[in-house]
């Protein structure tokens, strides 16, 4: 037998699979951006509903397309974007990073994706502050009388006027209570979309696809719709009280208790699901959409 080893054949190598590279960060409040701008005729018609006290939405629509033309169904829109490319941008990007920090994956349970939404909502809560003050009251002022307009040219000159004229604090007008429904959007939302999604793929149901991403959606814009609920309750009768003591969130609860009971905190549920539904389904399809371009360009799909 020859004293030099016979050499066993070595296992063949198996070429490791690249590691994804992330998507960029600003695919979310892109895809926000996107969906706002096809729902911002009714997210429009929304503010000027509660500001000016017509009762019906077509009706609604009909007046400010008599008065403005087709055009003003999109008065405010740049600071819809704004708001988005700043509160959406960051919210989705907080998401991400949070879950990198947690390392959560598409099968960490979904008190693990819901903490990861807490700390996203926080932060874009306050970053997306000013967007969210331009906003309302871009949208908001035709609904007045003139003389009570701010009649800003675009969110900017909003943006600047308002620091130059009331102070940067202005800026952070209804902060709190912002950051607080920003968290539950957020820990509802993004969290219960990520948790539906891998859920269904475990299924022999559905793939990666359109399908999927619609189901998943769905399910989260009523998730989202359900927690928020009691927050946008309170909110609003808390705004609208008057008289001794109705400024007290507790005595807001007490007597909504007594008069309506438990469920007043779902009151109006539908109207605020039919609102936000289109919207989460709009925001998924399109960033689902917008990550199938990317991997596109990078050869990966």
């Known amino acids: 037998m020859s004293a030099q080893a016979v050499a066993s054949p070595s296992p063949p190598l198996v070429a490791s699979k690249p590691k994804k590279q992330p998507y960029p960060f600003y695919l979310g409040g892109l895809a926000a951006t996107i969906a706002a701008s096809i ?40 600071g819809t974007w704004m708001r988005q490319m700043s509160y959406s941008l960051c919210r989705f990007w907080a998401y ?4 990198k920090l947690l390392g959560a994956t598409p099968q960490s349970p979904a008190w693990v994706l819901a903490t990861a939404g807490v700390m996203a909502g926080s ?3 306050v970053v997306g502050n000013p967007g969210e003050v331009v906003m309302v009251r871009l949208q908001g002022d035709f609904a007045k009388p003139p003389e009570k307009r701010f009649n800003y040219k675009h969110c900017f000159d909003a943006l600047f006027r308002m620091v130059r004229e009331e102070g940067p604090s202005s800026l952070v007008r209804g902060v709190g209570p912002n950051v607080f429904r920003s968290i539950l959007m957020n ?18 149901y559905f793939d990666d696809n359109i399908a999927c991403h619609f189901t998943a959606s769905f399910a989260a814009g009523t ?10 309750v309170l909110k609003s009768r808390i705004m609208n ?14 007597s909504s208790l007594a008069a309506d009971g ?40």
Request: aromatic residues 8%; charged residues 20%; contains cysteine.
């Open 187 to 204: 820990s509802s939302q993004l969290a219960s979309y990520d948790f539906f999604k891998a859920e269904l793929l475990k299924t022999k």
């Open 96 to 99: 991400d990073e949070s879950k």
């Open 241 to 254: 009280a008057s008289g001794p003591g109705s400024s007290s969130t507790i005595g807001v609860i007490r």
């Open 39 to 78: 729902t911002h005729p009714l997210d429009l018609t929304k503010v000027r509903l509660q500001a000016s006290g017509d009762k019906r939405m077509i009706e609604s629509i009909k007046k400010t397309v008599r008065t403005a033309g087709v055009r003003g169904l999109f008065d405010g829109i740049t």
């Open 123 to 125: 932060i874009a809560g």
């Open 262 to 301: 438990p469920m007043f905190m779902f009151k109006g549920w539908l109207p605020a699901w039919s609102r936000l539904q289109p919207t989460t389904i709009l925001i998924f399809l399109t960033l689902e959409q917008l990550k199938n371009v990317v991997d596109w360009k990078r050869g990966s799909l």
């Open 223 to 232: 998730v989202a719709t359900t927690v928020c609920s009691p927050a946008d």
